[in-house]
């Protein structure tokens, strides 16, 4: 009996042993494999003759130190379409050059299936050659993984994948002496089954008139770079702008846009002006004065439908530069529908103050001849107007702190900072003691 129960554990051990090992094995294995098919590919493959693309540092570090993500094991040699946009650069699609002396800083870098877009903040290097730079998830660059690139369009530069980057950077010629590099980003992974965003350019009267251009222009750039392969339609609109659907038939936008097949790359849309002739409330006091204050119950002085400035909604990957409405360049194959402003148009509710960006745009004989159009469907206003009234009740509406709520120890600091440090009142209103 003692020698059979011996037996048992010895097997019991032998078989840990054996799992133990088999368990390194595959780990091992599983590490190894994509480096291995990365150099075969590498060693196969007849490559464009840039700067080395080969993405793997000689002494390979521990996998522990710098796990791959399995969205993270592709390389790619090129850019696509590099060749279409060196022919486009030449032709200086999409260049705006303006803030001459600015410098150049890294906002975002976006990775694709086949390539990675890097954001800058800079809006004078259109064309300018540049090194893409990658990093691990240590911050030390890849051996032998550089790319010759070049900014297009405007402030974006396209590189190729390589497997385990976790940060990219830039490299500039500088005066003869190498390239100067720039502090290495994170890459943001933006390939999604399903997947729809918003996102916003806030605070431009901040920046001067001049400067204002620089702004939008980056807006426009990081919404179509971040908007690849994350969200199939995307439009460039402001606070005071409404699409408005016109056609009874058609019961949504997205309907709409579905009844286009895959060769569209943008949708556009007509604008019709409507004068806003007064400044939005700085300080929340009352559903009467919001209900009052909607742009779209206001105001009526509506100037006639003009393609002068029209928008676009666009599909992000079948466009390569995207001016503010509309794209300067689609990709080949790709073609451009226009909606009929009696189908759905865009209601832009443009100030008439003469001081700001786009002034003076009343005496423009595209908005000439006003009148009064009032809002195209009632219902759908009123509609509007509630949905916007609680959503604004919900973020401004709160009540007041008392301060007989507060606990303790915060009420200590309270006594000695002053009454103002929590914004509180008491809720007799008088005396200075809890």
Known sequence: MINQYRNIVKSLIL????????LNLYFY????????????????????????????????????ECPSELWNQVHTDIVPNEDLHLDWIQKNISRRDNI????????TAFVYPDHISITTTSQRSFGQNVSCMYYDCLREEIENSRYESVFFPMNVIRCP????????????????????????IPMIYRNFE????????????KFLFDSLHFIYNSCSQECHQRSKHHSKWVINVDIDERL????????????????????????????????????????YESEEQILSEME????????????????????????AAMY?????????????????????????????????????????????????????????GEKLAKAVLEKIKYVYDQRDLNCEEIAEVPYQEYKEFGHDIFNCRFRNETGDKR
Not at 15 to 22: A, E, P
Not at 161 to 184: D, F, H, M
Not at 253 to 281: C, H, M, S, W
Request: charged residues 25%.
């Open 161 to 184: 994948r390589r497997i385990g980057a976790k940060y990219v950077s830039i490299g500039l010629e500088e005066n003869g002496n190498g390239p100067k590099t720039q502090e290495p």
């Open 296 to 319: 779209f119950l206001k105001y009526n002085v509506s100037s006639p439908v003009t393609w002068g400035a029209y928008k676009t909604i666009y599909r992000p990957e079948k466009i």
């Open 29 to 64: 294995w599983k590490d190894t494999v994509p480096i291995v098919y990365a150099k075969l590919k590498d060693i196969n493959e007849t490559t464009r003759n840039l700067s080395p693309s080969t993405p793997y540092p000689k002494k390979r570090r521990k996998s522990m």
């Open 100 to 107: 001459m002396e600015s410098q150049i800083r890294l906002l």
């Open 324 to 380: 503010y409405h509309w794209a300067y360049q689609r990709y080949p194959g790709t073609v451009a529908e226009y909606v009929k402003s009696d189908v759905a148009l865009i209601r832009h509710y443009r100030t008439t103050e003469s001081n700001i960006l786009g002034s003076g745009w009343l005496s423009d004989p595209n908005y000439a001849s006003f009148s009064i159009v009032p809002i195209e469907d009632p219902k759908f």
């Open 244 to 283: 408005v659907i016109l056609d009874p038939k058609i019961k949504s936008v997205l309907e709409l846009l579905n009844g286009y097949n895959d060769t569209v790359g943008e949708v556009g849309f007509a604008i019709r002006r409507i004068q806003k002739t007064g400044q939005l409330p700085e300080k």
């Open 194 to 205: 399903i997947s729809s965003a918003t996102d916003k350019c806030e605070n431009l009267e």
């Open 15 to 22: 078989l840990s042993v054996i799992g133990f090992i088999c």
